[in-house]
């Protein structure tokens, strides 16, 4: 089975949650969240993390819609720890 490398934009409370568990797992999106969002390279996640508001499009921006109800799912496919590779503020 091949596996992929993706990025998630993660702002200081859900990254806390991941911490919380043990890097394994995305946690459960909030009512307001029916979409969790992976994307498919960095230059996108870098994009959003730096520009969120900023509007997007072009040949790089590709991403997963994992519905709210699919992320345990989606959590349990995860090879390895979910890492920190940059960080904003």
Do not use: S
């Not at 911490?19 to 870098?46: H, K, M, S």
Request: contains cysteine; hydrophobic residues 45%; aromatic residues 12%.
């Amino acid at each position: 089975m091949e596996t992929a490398t993706l990025w998630r934009p993660t702002g200081p409370e859900e990254l806390a949650l991941v911490a919380a568990a043990g890097w394994r797992a995305w946690p459960a999106r909030l009512p307001d969240q029916p979409i969790f969002c992976p994307v498919l390279n960095e230059e996108y996640a870098t994009k959003i993390a730096r520009d969120w508001n900023v509007p997007a499009g072009g040949q790089t921006i590709l991403e997963y819609w994992i519905p709210a109800e699919d992320l345990a799912d989606f959590n349990h496919h995860i090879v390895g720890p979910i890492e920190i590779v940059a960080e904003y503020r």
